[in-house]
């Protein structure tokens, strides 16, 4: 997610940022250099200009040159407006009370993620307690009925369909169908083309108008661009826009048309799609977003994550138990378990402050941690708990118990005897906690 962006912004703050004061001719050659990297991440031109000369006028004012951390004080310019190009805060979907039915109509091009998208936000807002309804009105693309119903069964979320080439009068339909049965959210997934047509714009605008929607919401590929961007533009001119969802975000490198969407259409993003599963699917935070676009991480986002994914209880326990004499292996068998739930280490990493864009998935050896995990696993009980007893023939057996080598079991318990020593001399040494810390 924005590798490329996030590498070309860490380079020029690294430059920038650490400076212990800077003249006009620094500030002019960093927004050069961050001009060339908005170009790069396919931002629209008339959004690029207008950045780089508000940026300009206000860095070169008193408050950076004289501040005490000039190169801070610029980097935090640069932030501010980053979020204000995302759209500032964070946009909610705007539902009615669960009395009366809250109508959310997808539109967007054909292969944007519409379908997948309409079933992300109904397993959304089944969780948040609401009872939704997928109405399946793409009646053009060949299987999208099918894998609506089949999403839908996935998540638990019924749908409403019909036999039919009529897509006004299943909307219609299902609108009633969702009022008698009680469904107070009805998420209507429309029919899209290969690109923009009168045909399409029509059906669209007849259904908005037959189901009056609360929210008429874009799907658009991020990968796409620019041209994500030229689409909401049309479909906002045709037939109105509330929002946009910005769809395989996870492949986006580039984040143009993240970072062109507000300025140039005025519609807020409010959800992004992150990956294929129904789970897949984030609100939109501008402020954590320009953090990590800018180098500085997404700590937020990073604990959120964490604080679903993980045992927070069995967490604390390892790190306890990491800082004390008794740390064993399996402990750190443990700590694989949680790590592997939290998902890709790359994601995690790109949340960290400095770390995104600069390692890649190739780098970090996830094949070494399987292989970790097995050797582990195939020690007996009381092996894991003192490592000491295991001999040389042991060695042989747990090498041959995981497929690995019995250099590899060396390796792993010289690893873990160097983590011990490491965490033990981490909890003597509260100077050296704190200066890790301050790092991160
Ligand atoms: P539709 O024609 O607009 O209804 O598009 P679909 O919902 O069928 O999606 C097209 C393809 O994009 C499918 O293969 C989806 O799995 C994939 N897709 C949708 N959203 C995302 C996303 O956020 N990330 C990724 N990686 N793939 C996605």
Redesign the pocket.
Known sequence: MLEKVTTAFSDIFRKIGGKASITEKNIEDAVEEIKMALLDADVNLRVVRRFVNATIEEAKGEKVLRAVDPGQQFVKIVHDRMVALLGDSKTDLRLKGPDTQSVILFL??????????AAKLAARLLKEGRKPLLAAC?LV?PA?VE?LSILGEKIGVAVYREDTKDAVKVAKNALAFAKKNGHDVLIV?TA?RLQIDEAMMDEIGRIKKAVDPVETLL?ADSMTGQNAVEIAKSFDEQVGLSGVIL?????DARGGAALSLKTITGKPILFV????KTE?LEPFYPERIASRILGMGDIVSLVEKAQETMDLEEAARLQKKMASENFTLQDMLDQFEQMGKMGSIQSMLDMLPGMAGQISEADINTQAMKAQKAIIQSMTKKERNNHLIIGPSRRKRIAKGSGTSVAEVNKLLKQFEKTRLTMRKFAKNKGLAQKLMNQM
């Open positions: 967007g091009l054909q292969g944007s993620g519409k379908t997948t998208s793409d693309r999208a894998q997934d899209g799907v769809t395989k975000f996870d492949s799609g992150v990956g294929e897949d």
